[in-house]
Structures are given as structure tokens and as C-alpha cells.
């Protein structure tokens, strides 16, 4: 982290005769503006699909978790709306599974879902941070990777989390599908940090066992601080 601030920093030059003011680099002659900050950020190209792709063959995360990312981001899950589109179930059948009366969309079960989707915030409450949902998949992917800073051993991590929530959500949904089973958000919580926890230490038999610290602040477990 101070390593990032000092490269932001690094080209400011403090001039003792000069006041400090804000300059408003797309436009520094007529200065910010709501219109204009409006129009850069609508006309923001998105990362490719594909470049986002690459992020999930994570070398931690089992191939077929990685796999269901994959389709997610493809949106070839056979989720409801899929499913009625290529004639396998009917319209009426759409429903999401979590009873909140909407259909059932990929963007609809991973974000938009008052059950499933209230997930991501009590992920961001477990982390200290925190951002609002796109509603984009990619979007939401990428977004996540980078609410901790750019620091690559914290993307890293906040892949991993992403990958985690969006198995733990499929899981749930096909176990309330198919199982009638049901598991309330704090419970898919804790499945999330367990997961998290075992995939890390298969990987880093040296990582410290305080499920305390882990429960509570994994950054701070983690020496991420």
C-alpha cells in the first residue's frame, strides 16, 4: 500500500509560491463538470470477456469451479431462463427457487436476488470494504477483484472469494432445486470462509490455524493489512 501511494506521488512537484487547488484533468480550462464526468464514465469500455476469463483459472481453485465461472460468464448455466428459451421447461416455470417472485436469470440468481445476492454484502462486511453491485457479471467480477487496492496478492485473494460465493450460491440453489434443502445467508457465509480457508491451506501448509482471526478479519490473517 505505501508503495502505491508513493507512485502516485512521485510526479507532484510542491511549489511554495503556488496555491493548492484542483485541476480537473479531462477539461483543465473550464474546469469539472457533472455532464462531462457523466459521459466518461457511460463511455467506458468494459474489459473483453475474454480478459476477464483468464482471471478465473485460478491455480487454487478446483478445475470445476473455475469451469462453472466460466459458463457463468457465458451465460450457458442452465439456469430457469435458459432453460425455457431452448423449450426444456415451460414459461411458468421461471421462478426463482429463493421464493422472492422474480425469474430466474443468471444476473438475476448471482446479483440481483434479495436471498442470494445479499450474500456479496456480507462478504464485503467480512472483508472491511466496501462497493455497490454492477449489474453486469464481468462487471461485477472485475469490480471485486479490485475493491482492496491493486495490490496483486489482494486481487488474488479477491478472486479467489468471487469464486468461492458464485459456487456457494450455484450449490444452493440446485440443493434447494433438487434436495429441498435450505440454508439460511449466514450459513452460506460460513461455507464461504471454510471453503476459503481449506483451499488456501492445501496450497500453504504453513498458513496459520486461528479460525478467531480468520473469522473476524482475514486480511489481518492473512498479513495483508
Known amino acids: 500500500m505505501l508503495g502505491e501511494c508513493q507512485a502516485l506521488l512521485h510526479n507532484f512537484v510542491l ?3 503556488s496555491l493548492d487547488v484542483w485541476h480537473w484533468r479531462p477539461d483543465p480550462i473550464r474546469g469539472y463538470s457533472v455532464r462531462e464526468a457523466y459521459q466518461i464514465l457511460t463511455s467506458h469500455q468494459s474489459m473483453p470477456l475474454a480478459d476477464v476469463e483468464d482471471l478465473i483459472w485460478h491455480k487454487q481453485v478446483p478445475l470445476k469451479v473455475s469451469i462453472l465461472a466460466w459458463r457463468l460468464l457465458r451465460n450457458r448455466l442452465p439456469t430457469k431462463d435458459n432453460l425455457a428459451n431452448r423449450g426444456i421447461i415451460t414459461l411458468e416455470a421461471q421462478s426463482c427457487v429463493a421464493g422472492c417472485g422474480a425469474l430466474e436469470s443468471a444476473q438475476h440468481l448471482f446479483i440481483s436476488c434479495s436471498t ?3 450474500l456479496w454484502m456480507s462478504v464485503r462486511s ?4 466496501s462497493s455497490a453491485d454492477p449489474l453486469d457479471l464481468a462487471d461485477h467480477f472485475r469490480q471485486f477483484t479490485f475493491i482492496a487496492g491493486g495490490v496483486r496478492t489482494r486481487r488474488a485473494f479477491l478472486q479467489l472469494i468471487w469464486l468461492i460465493c458464485v459456487w456457494t450460491i450455484w450449490k444452493e440453489r440446485n440443493n434447494r432445486l433438487f434436495r429441498n434443502s435450505e440454508q439460511s445467508v449466514s450459513q452460506l457465509m460460513d461455507k464461504v470462509k471454510l471453503h476459503f480457508y481449506r483451499w488456501l491451506k492445501a496450497s500453504n501448509i504453513t498458513l496459520v490455524s486461528n479460525y478467531h482471526c480468520w473469522w473476524s478479519s482475514p486480511f ?3 498479513g495483508m493489512m
Open 15 to 17: 511549489q511554495d509560491q
Open 116 to 118: 442470494f445476492g445479499s
Open 126 to 129: 467480512w472483508l472491511g470494504v
Open 220 to 222: 489481518m490473517c492473512l
